[in-house]
């Protein structure tokens, strides 16, 4: 099972993640975590829908570990930045900087699909553009597309390779691809970079578990 980090956007494998009174927290930023999609939908009882009220509220196809649904308000002004994005794209179908704000903005309502199209976008401009590869790795993951989240974050870490959360992502992928060896590696890896005590602490109990 993977759940979903709403501030680091990230997703966090079951056995990664920290539990923390009664809640279970993202590794990186302490943060609760959520099921995704129909997940969500499995693990909540009927009732929980009848407190949102459509003409207020979307439902966000997220619940959180306990089977509670939850909602995000679609203000306004994210469609004016999306119409925004769109309207500048129409005079540049190759501006990266708007290919890229738009992918985050899909990426941060759980459009996958739409976010994808537009960091692929981005990597057939640019193939050594990190950040929309990260973003890709991170969409991967979600989707258990376990050896394209390799392929993505291998890019990633030749071009940033002192930061310890993509070692600790890069775990992440290898571990699920069945290569253990590997994700050991990159555990420690994060471990010898990480200068955060609790980040730190977190790679050190994961790291014991998979060595077990």
Known sequence: MIRYCLKCTNPVPDNLAVKQHGDIRCPRCGDRLYYLGKEAVRLSHPSVFSEYDDRSYAVSALSNYQGGIGHIETPFTEDIHRLECEELLRYNPQNIPVLYQLGRLYQSRFQFMQAKESYQQIL????????ARLRMAEIC???HRFED???HLDQVIHAIPEDPMLHF???VAHYFAGRLSMAIRHLKIADELSVDPDFKKT???VLEQLQI
């Open 203 to 205: 790679v050190q109990d």
């Open 149 to 151: 989240a390799i392929r």
């Open 169 to 171: 992502d890069f775990s």
């Open 124 to 131: 057939s401009l640019d193939e050594t553009h990190v950040d």
């Open 141 to 143: 993951l979600s989707e």
